[in-house]
């Protein structure tokens, strides 16, 4: 009888053997979406969450009160995880950047440092032409 793939390669680590006190949100606000990936200082990834997975449909996706409630809902869970303050590192042009700190704020999690790691261009490629509309 052949064996899967996890009894030959070991026992995958479980999320209470993971816990930190501290880590890092990072948080990507597009123009379509808002999504939350909480990681360990070596970048192992622990949560993640996002306004389509709390329910939002469309165009609601991009809203403010959709990265809001998306923030409550992985800042609740990091704290059963046992994390209490994090490091945000957020990245994009979106609607829901400042709301998405606010509910991670307030919803109990320590912010010790805000970094917009946002990728800007050095006058690199040329720009495509822009939407008319």
Not at 25 to 50: E, K, P, V
Not at 60 to 84: Q, Y
Not at 104 to 126: K, Q
Request: proline share 4%; with cysteine; hydrophobic share 30%.
């Amino acid at each position: 009888m052949a064996t899967s793939y996890r009894q030959r390669s070991g026992r995958r680590k479980s999320r209470s053997a993971r816990t930190t006190t501290h880590a890092i949100a990072h948080i990507r606000a597009t123009y379509n979406n808002t999504m939350f990936t909480i990681t360990d200082r070596n970048g192992m990834t622990l949560l993640w969450s996002s306004a389509g997975r709390s329910g939002f449909k469309g165009s609601k996706k991009k809203s403010p009160f959709a990265a809001t409630s998306a923030g409550e809902e992985i800042a609740k869970r990091a704290l059963d995880m046992g994390i209490t303050s994090v490091t945000v590192r957020i990245c994009g042009p979106g609607q829901g950047r400042d709301h998405a700190i606010r509910a991670l704020n307030a919803s109990g999690l320590n912010i010790t440092t805000i970094t917009d790691v946002t990728p800007l261009p050095h006058n690199g490629c040329r720009l495509p032409k822009r939407r008319r509309g």
